[in-house]
């Protein structure tokens, strides 16, 4: 009979290990050095994994609970809009406001370039955003540096001030599904960013999350993001940049035509809001795609990218990555992605 027992270990043992073995996968991750400038190419045994916890600080303050309907504003407290400035609606110094950062993008002289997008931890020293923040979608070669303003709002960083990224992964074939138009189907731009010190054991970070049920998309999303710059700004931008470039002027009509009512629909469309404050959005997305959440008839204001949709558990389940066609398209969150990030942040850990 023990002799038997032993076998049946033996061969739950054998199955388990095979199983194990049958969803090991080897991803390729592309790994960035932002002191040395060194890029090399990772590969890593990683296990599908449908989910990682979210981790909620030790502390005075609790988490925040999270509104079961759109936040009642009070005229004057702050912008009516399609965003709610956080502070006005919710607590900045609770979990997950205290996960946030804004990411600034550096200049090769160490100043800032005036672009920034949304980063939030996800581990200790890790914090997930979107790929096209920490690359140039033209060559596929990360920019130069990057730095986090830790729980930015009104103005200024929270208690751990801002501190540079060291470090960033993001999967091989990324950089090429960026240069795709059918961006929903080819829904890939997530990056992992590190920095030196734990910050996030005080911040607490998200959970990941890969699978979502029917309900689940009945209840309402959240997302927290950092605006930065007006779309129509940029639009503008590129419109008195067309001057100095080598086209026909047909051609060149036509785009600045086109242009020019981007701009009007865009500036019609966009909320009030002040690149100083940390917002707070509720509500549902219109369409599920395998590889994309898209929300129909949405704007996309350059800084929010990279800032998740979030459940009730405090749980990513997204990227936001652009506007596409008058539609908002966040990168879904998979199951290979979340196990090679959470590998990552276990190793460099």
């Not at 140039?136 to 001030?161: C, M, Q, Y």
């Amino acid at each position: 009979m023990l002799l038997n027992g032993f076998v049946r270990l033996a061969i739950a043992m054998i199955s388990l290990l095979a199983v194990t073995i049958a969803r090991a996968e080897t991803t390729e991750l592309i790994q960035h050095d932002f002191d040395t400038g060194r890029t090399e190419t990772i590969s890593l045994e990683t296990e599908p994994m449908s989910s990682s916890p979210s981790m909620i600080p030790d502390g005075p303050s609790e988490a925040m609970k999270l509104p079961l309907s759109k936040p009642i504003l009070t005229v004057g407290t702050t912008e009516i809009s399609q965003l709610f400035r956080v502070r006005s609606v919710l607590d900045t110094q609770m979990f997950p406001a205290t996960a946030l950062a804004k990411l600034y993008r550096l200049n090769a002289d160490g100043s800032r370039s005036g672009n920034a997008c949304t980063a939030q931890f996800v581990g200790p020293r890790h914090l997930l955003t979107a790929l096209h923040c920490i690359i140039d979608v033209r060559t596929g070669k990360p920019h130069s540096g990057f730095e986090l303003a830790i729980g930015f709002d009104n103005g200024l960083a929270g208690p751990h001030g801002t501190i540079k990224a060291i470090r960033s992964w993001y999967q091989a074939n990324s950089p090429a599904d960026l240069q795709s138009r059918a961006i929903a189907e080819r829904c890939s731009d997530f990056a992992l960013v590190e920095v030196a010190e734990p910050v996030g054991l005080s911040t607490g970070w998200l959970g990941m999350k890969a699978e979502i049920s029917p309900e689940s998309m009945q209840q309402a999303m959240y997302r927290f993001s950092y605006p930065n710059r007006r779309g129509s700004e940029v639009l503008r931008q590129t419109l008195e940049q067309l001057d100095g470039q080598n086209l026909p002027e047909a051609t060149k009509e036509a785009v600045k035509t086109k242009l020019r009512e981007r701009i009007s629909d865009t500036a019609s469309r966009e909320p009030e809001f002040s690149p100083d404050n940390l917002y707070f959005e509720f509500g549902n997305v219109d369409r599920v795609e395998p590889q994309a959440f898209v929300t129909e008839d949405n704007f996309t204001l350059p800084g929010q990218s990279g800032s998740v949709w979030l459940d009730r558990t405090y749980a990513a389940l997204s990227v936001h990555s652009r506007n596409a066609s008058s539609e908002s398209i966040d990168c879904r969150l998979n199951e290979l992605v979340i196990g090679a990030f959470s590998a990552v942040i276990e190793q460099s850990n």
